[in-house]
């Protein structure tokens, strides 16, 4: 069975839905077979610790999507610089506020209160050679590396990362 595991509680009466942060699953190791994150890695506050922990409950596939945001070369990973540019951009599209623009643009989110919902949009950049540093983990073999150009914004080119490990037994 498929597992759904966020932190945010709104989701709360989906079917196998685990209330959970990705830094500290509540789950035994190797409990599932195959674990998917899908753009979720960019959100992390510590994605090295994400990424160890999925590794970490899963038996054999470790499938990751990781959005390329916008690199702001001087600051690279630096989440507080992260979270500026997203609130400027958040103002600039006239929503004062993360949850403003959650509201807006997914139902879901109507009527709920800020402070529940603790998605934070995109807070880490990374370059090819930050992917491969966060994916060599121990006991894993690298099958599928490919990036592919998702869109253009304000003249920069974004990718998403498609990445498949296997561990090795």
């Known amino acids: 069975d498929a597992v759904h595991v966020d932190l945010d509680i709104y989701k709360k009466g989906i079917p196998n839905f685990v209330c959970a942060d990705a830094h500290r699953l509540p789950f035994m190791d190797r409990q599932f077979h195959t674990v998917l994150m ?49 609130a400027e951009n958040f103002k600039e599209e006239g929503f004062p506020s993360i949850a403003a623009y959650f509201q807006h643009y997914h139902p879901e989110f109507e ?23 966060l994916i060599a983990l121990p006991g894993f073999k690298v099958e599928e590396f490919h990036k592919k150009p998702e869109l253009c914004y304000k003249g920069l080119q974004l990718s998403n990362w498609l990445i498949s490990l296997r561990r090795v037994h």
Not at 111 to 133: C, L, M, V, W, Y
Request: aromatic letters at 6%.
């Open 38 to 86: 899908g753009d979720i890695v960019e959100h992390l506050y510590n994605p090295e610790l994400g990424i160890r922990e999925a590794a970490r409950v899963c038996d054999y596939r470790l499938v990751m999507t990781i959005f390329e945001e916008l690199r702001l070369k001087e600051e690279g990973l630096q989440i507080e610089a992260g979270l500026k540019l997203q």
């Open 111 to 133: 009527g709920i209160d800020e402070h529940t919902i603790p998605h934070n949009a995109h807070i880490n950049r990374f370059s090819d050679e930050d992917i491969q540093k």
